[in-house]
């Protein structure tokens, strides 16, 4: 499968705790977005990177949030001390990035993470 | 910033009629208008896009016109079958590559 993957698929977790998500883009995409979605909404962009170079995040990244993309391949989004609100789908995208036309983003399936 | 109205929220359309879903935006620097398909329980999936040099784009049953004067776009399907019954976004990007999404419609096709 050449896609987008994303771990786990699901995670439950309690208000508090830690969690981390893995995606791996597609292999020669330089380009890899993380989303946010909630029930009923379309995704909300979070942050993306360039290779290894995290070059934007919305305001919607709080201090708890951080993304890495140590090697240029894979990415991690942890979120430490959850609330109930970061409950939602993240979803994960990669692009080829670069020249015009190059644009389209292809998404993962998405971690649903639910905090009790 | 970019604004993003997606209209209806909720269309219901006869198997094999014609489905229209239209989107507008703000941002006259806005280039790249691709349209996904989410299943429930999974990730968006493209199923067509246009860029802002031209004006419709069509695959099979599946076609995107868009007007930049007046800066809406709109995603058209012909000859509805079951499995189009999903949520359809459209979205927004610039020079940036970042999208900024519309709310979705949810398709409904009656058998």
């Known amino acids: 499968d050449t896609g987008v993957s994303q771990n786990p698929r699901h995670k439950i977790t309690k208000r508090g705790q830690n969690v981390t998500f893995r995606c791996d883009p597609i292999?020669?995409?330089?380009?890899l977005y993380w989303y946010r979605q909630t029930l009923g909404q379309g995704p909300e962009f979070l942050t993306y990177?360039?290779?290894?170079?995290?070059?934007?995040k919305s305001r919607l990244l709080s201090d708890r949030f951080s993304a890495e993309r140590p090697k240029g391949s894979f990415s991690t989004l942890e979120i430490q001390r959850t609330e109930q609100g970061d409950s939602a789908m993240y979803l994960c995208?990669?692009?080829?990035?670069?020249?015009?036309?190059?644009?389209?983003?292809?998404f993962g399936p998405g971690t649903r993470l639910l905090v009790l | 910033g970019e604004n993003v109205e997606q209209h209806p929220s909720t269309l219901s359309v006869q198997e094999g009629d014609s489905a229209v879903i239209k989107c507008t935006y703000s941002?006259?620097?806005?280039?790249?208008f691709p349209w996904y398909k989410q299943e429930l329980g999974k990730g968006p999936q493209l199923i067509i896009d246009?860029?802002?040099n031209v004006g419709e784009k069509k695959d099979q049953r599946i076609a995107v016109t868009l007007n930049k004067t007046a800066k809406h776009f709109s995603l058209h399907i012909t000859e509805t079958q079951p499995e189009d019954s999903a949520v359809y976004f459209c979205?927004?990007?610039?020079?940036?590559?970042?999208?900024?999404w519309g709310a979705g419609t949810k398709l409904i096709i009656k058998p």
């Open positions: 990177f360039q290779n290894e170079a995290q070059l934007e």
């Open positions: 246009i860029r802002s």
């Open positions: 941002d006259s620097a806005s280039n790249y």
């Open positions: 979205a927004v990007g610039d020079s940036n590559y970042q999208l900024i």
């Open positions: 995208a990669s692009s080829l990035g670069g020249l015009a036309g190059e644009q389209t983003q292809y």
């Open positions: 292999s020669e995409h330089n380009r």
